[in-house]
């Protein structure tokens, strides 16, 4: 049987040069993909209130949404980490609701653990979610969730005070006891000092070279999702393009009597 991924030896990557590798999945048949591929850590993202459920933010994303989809990855994925996304609103009410919730997310989804979006403001959350032995990844820089405050998705770290910010955000995780922490959108420079300062691993998405490890929705880098393709993204395949032209060959096939042959008939 394959040995799964465990946060202990995520952490132990940190400065040991091997990077951590990190991709979103929402269903078993893509997570079992990844898993294969040797991915380490499969994230349940509330992106899949965009890639998936066709909205134009995370903010519709409810907490069974993701309780349902991580359930799915956890039975395609062997070997990786499942993180599973806290959605908007499940863990800003109180710290007990914050428990409760994510206590869904591991028995009914069987998550590993949770990721949540904030620093300060949320960190005496993540301490009483780590002392309930609930592991924590933590998220700052630009935090999709708060999109509307923000006044867009846009870069963190260039306005004045707002580098700072997301170092005191970060630092405040470590300190609650975060196992890692997501820096997305920031400058490169920002996210090295962070990595370097820091003792648990980051893990960037649009924050330079230089994070412990780095994370992609898989449907920005599979080429999936076109509609918009942020400038850190890098395609690794275009699978779109190969999906629609899957479906136009089927449809020629099936209006010109080539699709089913004998050989997909029972005689
Ligand atoms: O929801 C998500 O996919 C994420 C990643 C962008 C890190 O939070």
Not at 4 to 12: C, E, F
Not at 114 to 124: D, N, Q
Not at 147 to 154: E, I, S, Y
């Amino acid at each position: 049987m394959t040995k799964q991924v465990t946060i202990p030896q995520l952490s132990a990557r940190k400065g040991s040069g091997e990077k951590i590798t990190m991709l979103t999945a929402y269903d078993a048949t893509m997570a079992r993909l990844l898993d294969r591929a040797g991915i380490d850590v499969l994230l349940v993202g509330d992106s899949l209130g965009t890639v998936i459920l066709g909205c134009d933010t995370t903010l519709p994303v409810t907490l069974d949404a993701v309780v349902h989809h991580t359930r799915a990855v956890r039975n395609g994925a062997e070997r990786a980490l499942i993180v599973a996304d806290m959605p908007f609103l499940t863990y800003h009410v109180s710290a007990a609701e914050a428990l409760r919730n994510a206590g869904r997310l591991m028995q009914e989804g069987r998550a590993s653990a949770v990721k949540v979006e904030g620093g300060v403001a949320i960190a005496g959350t993540v301490e009483r979610l780590v002392a309930a032995g609930i592991p924590v990844m933590g998220h700052v820089g630009l935090t999709p969730q708060s999109v509307h405050q923000l006044g867009g998705f846009r870069s963190f770290g260039k306005l004045p005070g707002e580098a700072e910010k997301v170092a005191e955000d970060a630092r405040s995780l470590e300190r609650a006891g975060a196992f890692a922490v997501v820096l997305e959108s920031i400058p490169s420079s920002l996210a090295a000092a962070i990595t370097k300062e820091l003792r648990i691993p980051t893990i960037g998405i649009g924050a330079g070279p230089h994070c412990d490890g780095q994370v992609l929705v898989s449907y920005d880098a599979l080429g999936l999702f076109d509609t918009f393709v942020p400038r850190f993204v890098k395609q690794y395949a275009k699978l779109g393009d190969e999906v629609t032209k899957a479906a136009k060959d089927y449809i020629a096939d099936v209006q010109g009597g080539r699709y089913p042959g004998p050989e997909h008939s029972i005689s």
